[in-house]
């Protein structure tokens, strides 16, 4: 089930947390959340899952931006949020997707327990001028069925600004599920 805005309302302080919350970006059934004035931009040609990507930082001016097509431009939320004993979930806004601009494009589902900003990625498909502060996405949360483990991944938890992909770190590091079917299956020859 999906909670109502009264329902997150209520739970601030909670299994919520919003910071800053703002009752104007409070709508039936989800919250609003705004695009901070920073972006991150691969500077790669090719983006390489195994490795770190090199990035630069762009700062959105008063008078905006303009994304262009076919660059993917990650942002994050002006909203620092916590979430206990719900799932989170992330979607673009309706009138954003209008002006053919995709917000949040493949990790919109949130895990219970995750803390932090919210990272965004974001695509155009014209050319689109964008500004900061502006309500860029929607939070949603979703109630569980059965026992509940809360995210502890150190990856992306508890941070504090755009995220980047950090998938090398799992592509590099040994994988421990591998050794452990491998056991006991070496050729002594």
């Known amino acids: 089930m999906i ?25 039936p059934n989800s919250y609003n959340l705004r695009l901070h004035n920073e972006l991150l931009v691969y500077e790669e040609i090719v983006l390489d899952m195994k490795r770190k990507n090199r990035y630069r930082r762009l700062t959105i001016p008063p008078e ?3 994304m262009e097509p076919g660059q993917m431009y990650l942002g994050r ?6 979430t206990r004993n719900l799932v989170p979930m992330l ?13 949040h494009i493949t990790a919109g589902f949130g895990d219970v327990g995750f803390c932090g900003y919210w ?30 483990t809360q995210y502890a991944s150190g990856k992306y938890q508890r941070n504090s600004d755009i995220q980047p992909s950090l998938l090398y770190k799992e592509l590099d590091a040994p994988d421990e599920r591998q050794k452990k079917l491998n ?6 020859k």
């Open 64 to 66: 905006g931006l303009v």
């Open 77 to 82: 939320t002006v909203e620092y949020t916590e």
């Open 183 to 188: 056991f006991g299956n070496d050729d002594p």
């Open 119 to 148: 990272t965004l990625e974001m695509l155009a498909v014209q050319p689109v001028r964008i500004y900061a502060d502006v309500q860029v996405c929607q939070i949603f949360y979703h109630t569980v069925i059965g026992e509940i």
């Open 3 to 27: 909670l109502s805005g009264s329902e997150i309302k209520a739970r601030l302080g909670g299994d919520i947390g919003i910071q800053p919350f703002n009752e104007d970006q409070l709508n």
């Open 91 to 103: 979607e673009g806004r309706s009138s954003l997707g209008r002006l053919g601009m995709f917000v």
